[in-house]
Structures are given as C-alpha cells and as structure tokens.
C-alpha cells in the first residue's frame, strides 16, 4: 500500500480513485462523524477548496480501493484558515512558501480491519513528512478537533496553537501549525516496521492507461529489495529491445 | 456583593487575558519531562483566574462506567477524600455529560441546564460545606473509548465567559497530554475472576446428576453412553477443581454455570 500524490498535474491517471476519496471523506466525516453541514444526496463530500489548487495524499491499496486521504493546500492559495477561519486564528496565520494548510484527514474508515486503519494512520502521516520534504514545507497549519489532537501529539506532532478552541458547529477545535522534524519521520517508519518510501507521485502526461499500467510497475519496483533492482532492470531492458 | 466583585474579577481577567501564555503552556507540556514543573506552569497560570485546585482524573473507563480515578493535579485534599468516602463517583453525573459535545461546563451552567439529580445535588451541596462554591469540568475524550476530565475548583462563583473557558479547556486538553506522556494513566482494573468454562454437554450432564439421575440413566436422557457421561463428568469435576461429582454441581451451581433447580 502507497501514498499516492495526486494534483492537478496528474489527476487524469487517477479519477475514479478521486472519486472514491469524495466517497469515502462523506463516509467518513457524514456518516461516522456525524458532520451533518457536509452532508450531501450524491454522497460526496466536495468543497470550495476542492480545486486544482488542492494536492491530495491518498492512500491506495493493492486491488485500488482508497483507504484514506488528506488534503493539502499551499498557504499562498484560498485555505479554510485564511478564507473561512480567520477569526480562529489570534493574530496572522503563518503563511509563505514553506507552509500548506493540511485538511480534511480520512484515515481509515470504521468499516475496514483495524490492522489496514492502523497501518494507514501511519502511512499518511509519514507520506506528510515526505511531501513535505519534496516541496520544502516546513509547516503545517490547519483547524484539529480538540478530540483529535491528543493523536496527532501522539504520532510524534508537536501541535502548536495559534487559536482558542472555537464551537464550530460540529464539535470543539482550534487552529494549529506544526513544524516538519524529519527525525519523527523515521520514528513512525520504525513504529510502523516500514523501510521503504510510502509516497508515490506519478508524472504528468500519461493518458489514463498507460498512467495505471505505469503505477502497477512502479509498485512493483518499489516492493523489489535493492538487491533485485538490476536484475529488473536487464529485464525492462530486455522487454525494450524486444518492442 | 463579594462574589459579585469576584465574578467581575475572573470575567475581566479573562478579557485580558492574553494567548501568549496558554500558547507557551501548550508548547512546554508536550515537552516536559517532569510532571511537577508541569503542575506549577498550570498552577501559576491558574491561579491568575483565582482557581485554586484541579484534578485530572478518569471519568470513565473504556465501557462507559464512572472511576473517577484521580491521575494528578493540585487538590483539594479535605473534600477529595469525602468523595472519595463517600464513594460519590457513580452518583457524579457531571462526569457523565460531555460524551456527546465534549465542552466544558461549570457547576452553575450545569444547574442550570439540566435537571439535577438528587445525588448530584448532594455533591454539589457538599462541596460547598468544603468551600468550593462553583467548579468546571472539562471533558477529554480518550483515544480507547474511555474519557478523562479536568475539574478545577474554586471558592466563589465563576463567570461563564466564553473565552476563559476557551482558555481553561485549552489547557487542559495539554495538562492531559503531559500526564498522559509522563506516565499518570489510571490503575490497570483487577483481571475479572476467571470462569470454568463448562461445555454444553458437561453442564447438561450435571443438571441430570443434580436431579438425581446415575450416569446411565443421564446417558440415556442425553442419547450417549454411560462411559461418555463418566468422561464430561470427569472433565467437569478437573476443571471446576473438586474432587466428587456432587461437589462439582454444588460448585457449578454456586458459579452460576447450571441453576439450583
């Protein structure tokens, strides 16, 4: 199971996975948390900022069944916190080139086994840490439910607030940013018992068919142990000749 | 007019009450090493409200039941070992609310808005007599299905000011998770007694001892052979740890696996 990056650039090789996200976030947010504003009778869960600004991080089994997503937004562009919060925030937001607003966080879903639940809380958040260090974030702001701050402390985020805890209709929350320490990265690699790289980003320009057959490959050679590597490699070469 | 001039106080200090501290005790608890200076970082700051005492404790366990198990904080010790005396925790509804909308609420609020039972009453009541006039409990869902609260006290009425409430729940949201991280999680419960697991065949076996049947006649009620019976006999006695079959369906009906009659 990857991480995969999906943006504006390659979002053709995955569109029924993107629906699936909006799924499994109305799933998620409506139907296990009870978030009646996001309610909607298509049972997808899509906002304002569900725009090509938007990166997603979303987690995608083997047989492509998504078993959780984040939202990633630059703080540079409309974000919940600057364009719908502000007043949640005491003083300015931190914003620049090195901070993403990080929202809407599925991971999991109550109906899937509790070792892929776990195994995904650990996946995004370590996908977050390698995003991050792809596009230079060095932190993260965004709005946590006071509930769900507890865990985030726990998978090693220091969680810094920047707002008193607001009603906000579903609960109780507040704004927070998060510095990026690339030494907790490896802490959650090591709780997870993970060795390789959990984020997967596709380049742009394959057409759909050719975008899946190339993930399915690239999946492959990520799972090989190092040792493999050139021995796939002569393979490919192979193949190449051949064609 | 002396409580008045007291709700006045805490409401204005609310109102100046900057961030910048709250922000530095939620930056210090999530790296603290010592639980201590965490209690005199959130009694100082307390303090300033006039709160004099809180207590970070379980409210319930993972199953919904009322421990009110104390984990730390600064209490008051007269009126913590009358409730705890006077085993109050199962009668302390207030501990009970907040499982819906995790908010924090004061005593008055609380009195104000629900219809407080007889028991609650009394805590409430009793209290006072310790001199803790009006209190707030904040509720803290725990991951495990279990919920922490943080009830602080003090001696006279306390304002419902939205933002110091912001400001008490936000410290308490970290106070919890510097004792969480520092190792101040509630007692492991006693295991629950194990039980003899009798199968089916054995306890049957037994009810037809207990009515008086040998073990011929029982094989012939349960369609099997005498020996058959001999053996689930044997084995209920061995696990039950009695000797005689008539001591294992005295035991066996005492642990409720058949009954009397």
């Given amino acids: 199971m990857h991480v995969h990056v999906v943006n504006a650039s390659n979002r053709r090789q995955y569109l029924d996975e993107i629906e699936q996200m909006h799924r499994h976030r109305h799933r998620v947010f409506v139907g296990q948390m009870g978030w009646k504003a996001l309610d909607s009778p298509d049972g997808l869960d899509i906002d304002e900022f569900d725009t090509p600004n938007a990166t997603y991080l979303i987690c995608i089994d083997a047989d492509s069944i998504v078993r959780g997503s984040c939202r990633m937004i630059p703080s540079w562009r409309p974000h919940m916190l600057r364009n719908l919060f502000a007043d949640y925030v005491e003083g300015d937001a931190p914003s620049g080139p090195s901070v993403w607003e990080w929202t809407r966080h599925a991971p999991g879903d109550r109906a899937f086994e509790k070792e892929i639940n776990h195994q995904v809380r650990f996946l995004l958040n370590i996908a977050a840490h390698e995003f991050a260090a792809s596009r230079g974030i060095e932190t993260f702001i965004g709005i946590a439910d006071c509930q769900i701050v507890p865990r985030m402390i726990d998978l090693g985020w220091k969680v810094e607030p920047i707002g008193m805890p607001v009603n ?63 021995k796939a490699e002569e393979a490919l070469r192979g193949l190449v000749k051949a064609a | ?40 970082e959130l009694t100082g700051i307390l303090t300033s409200f006039g709160i004099d005492h809180f207590v970070l404790y379980q409210a319930t366990d993972k199953g919904g039941k009322p421990t009110g198990a104390r984990l730390c904080g600064k209490r008051h010790d007269d009126w913590r070992k009358h409730y705890v005396d006077s085993d109050m925790a199962p009668r302390d509804d207030l501990m009970k609310s907040g499982r819906h909308m995790p908010v924090p609420t004061t005593w008055s609020r609380f009195k104000a808005e629900t219809k407080v039972r007889k028991g609650q009453k009394r805590i409430f009541d009793e209290a ?64 629950a007694p194990e039980l003899p697991v009798l199968t089916r065949r054995q306890c049957e076996c037994l009810m037809w001892i207990r009515e008086g049947l040998p073990p011929a006649a029982v094989g012939d009620k349960l369609g099997i052979a005498e020996n058959t019976v001999n053996e689930h006999l044997e084995q209920a006695r061995r696990r039950l740890g009695v000797v005689t079959t008539s001591q294992a369906v005295i035991e066996a009906i005492h642990r409720g696996l058949i009954k009397l009659g």
């Avoid at chain 1, 993930?215 to 590597?229: D, K, Q």
């Avoid at chain 2, 209190?135 to 922490?148: A, E, F, K, R, V």
């Fill in chain 1, 168 to 230: 906000y209709g579903e609960g109780v929350g507040y704004a927070f940013k998060m510095n990026v320490d690339t030494a907790n990265n490896d802490k959650l690699r090591a709780r997870l018992g993970r060795t390789g790289t959990a984020l997967m980003e596709m380049p742009r320009g394959l057409v759909a068919e050719e975008g899946a057959m190339a993930r399915r490959t690239i999946e492959l050679a990520m799972s090989l142990p190092p040792a493999s590597l050139n």
């Fill in chain 2, 1 to 40: 007019m002396n409580q008045q001039a007291d709700v006045s106080a805490t409401t204005m200090l609310a109102e100046a009450m900057v961030s910048g501290p709250l922000f530095q005790f939620a930056e210090m608890a999530q790296v603290a090493t010592d639980m201590d200076a965490v209690d005199k």
């Fill in chain 2, 128 to 191: 006072s007599e310790f001199g803790l006039k009006d209190g707030i409990y904040i509720p803290l869902p725990q991951t495990d299905g279990s919920m922490y609260g943080v009830s602080m006290m003090l001696p006279h009425k306390l304002d419902n000011e939205p933002r110091m409430l912001s400001a008490l729940h936000l410290l308490a949201i970290y106070y919890s998770v510097a004792a969480n991280k520092l190792g101040r999680s509630p007692p492991e419960p006693p295991p």
